[in-house]
T-cell receptor, first 114, second 113 residues
Framework: SQTIHQWPATLVQPVGSPLSLECTVE??????LYWYRQAAGRGLQLLFY??????ISSEVPQNLSASRPQDRQFILSSKKLLLSDSGFYLC?????????????FGPGTRLTVL | GDSVTQMEGPVTLSEEAFLTINCTYT??????LFWYVQYPGEGLQLLLK?????DKGSNKGFEATYRKETTSFHLEKGSVQVSDSAVYFC????????????FGKGTKLSVIP
């Protein structure tokens, strides 16, 4: 069966510090991968999605970036965090073969920027 | 573009009450529709889905019917429990060639004993 992992689970970082959040998927190959952010009391905002290694699309221009160094690994980074980067970050995957497959979400990372 | 509109929350119900969370959508083509649930502090879990008109998705006592004529996918449950307290998201996946889900803003449900 497929599983998706995110770490760390929680993170407290000062403004201006770098960020690296990791997401890995097991039990599937060539998944579509997604990063979402959920600010407090708000809905989901799609940040990045990737349909393959080195194929990453950015949905919202900001100081975040994403990379996919391996087929089942998706990393969210920042060189300098802003206060507004605080939120709940969710990684998701979707089987690339079927058009009707749902997305499966990881447990999330709670980021607080102070 | 595609969009999903959910009823604004929060919704507070007593245990065993009937639940309806409205969801309407705008999409070209023939989208697939989903309901996700997010329990406090956790990621989203797929609750149910429907891939074509008149399909009914169901899971854990929740149901939703894909109504193309009214472009709706309302979530219902006959008798809610305290453990159903969560945020519920309606979402659509557009037709062929789509990679992205479009989510509604979420509806927070609180069930009190």
């Amino acid at each position: 069966s497929q599983t998706i992992h995110q770490w760390p689970a929680t993170l407290v970082q000062p403004v201006g510090s770098p960020l690296s959040l990791e997401c890995t998927v097991e039990g599937t190959s060539n998944p579509n991968l997604y990063w979402y952010r959920q600010a407090a009391g708000r809905g989901l905002q799609l940040l990045f999605y990737s349909i393959g290694i080195d194929q990453i699309s950015s949905e919202v221009p900001q100081n975040l970036s994403a990379s996919r160094p391996q087929d089942r690994q998706f990393i969210l980074s920042s060189k300098k965090l802003l206060l507004s980067d605080s939120g709940f970050y969710l990684c998701a995957w979707k089987g690339g073969q079927s058009l009707y497959n749902e997305q499966f979400f990881g447990p999330g990372t709670r980021l607080t920027v102070l | 573009g595609d969009s999903v509109t959910q009823m604004e929350g929060p919704v507070t119900l007593s245990e065993e009450a009937f639940l309806t969370i409205n969801c309407t959508y705008t999409a070209t083509g023939y989208p697939s529709l989903f309901w996700y649930v997010q329990y406090p502090g956790e990621g989203l879990q797929l609750l149910l889905k429907a891939t074509k008109a008149d399909d009914k998705g169901s899971n854990k006592g929740f149901e939703a019917t894909y109504r193309k004529e009214t472009t709706s996918f309302h979530l219902e449950k006959g008798s809610v429990q305290v453990s159903d307290s969560a945020v519920y998201f309606c979402a659509l996946l557009p037709g062929a060639g789509s990679y992205q889900l479009t989510f509604g803003k979420g509806t927070k449900l609180s069930v009190i004993p």
